[in-house]
């Protein structure tokens, strides 16, 4: 099973790199798969690598089911017993 998460692009760098942020969490990502990538766009990162772009809105709500089912995991065992 592979994992992408949406991200915001804050910041385009040389060398087809660029700078993301998920959580107060900054990571430099390559972006040589979405040249057309700009500051502010979110893109699909997996394993270091943007490989595709996202619209705001399916970005935030993708974000947000995230979200829901960290909290959910971080629920006590104790409520299914």
């Known amino acids: ?3 992408a998460i949406p991200t915001r692009l804050i910041e385009v760098r040389p060398g087809a790199q660029g700078l993301v942020e ?3 969490i900054r990571k ?3 972006i040589a798969l979405v040249p057309e990538a ?3 766009d979110y893109v699909i990162v997996h394993v270091g690598h943007a490989i595709g ?3 705001p809105q399916e970005a935030e709500r ?6 829901e089912l960290a909290a959910l995991a971080q629920e006590p065992e104790a409520r299914t017993a």
């Open 1 to 3: 099973m592979c994992l």
């Open 22 to 24: 998920l959580g107060g």
């Open 28 to 30: 430099e990502i390559s």
């Open 38 to 40: 700009r500051v502010g």
């Open 53 to 55: 772009m996202i619209d």
């Open 62 to 67: 993708t974000l947000r089911m995230f979200g």
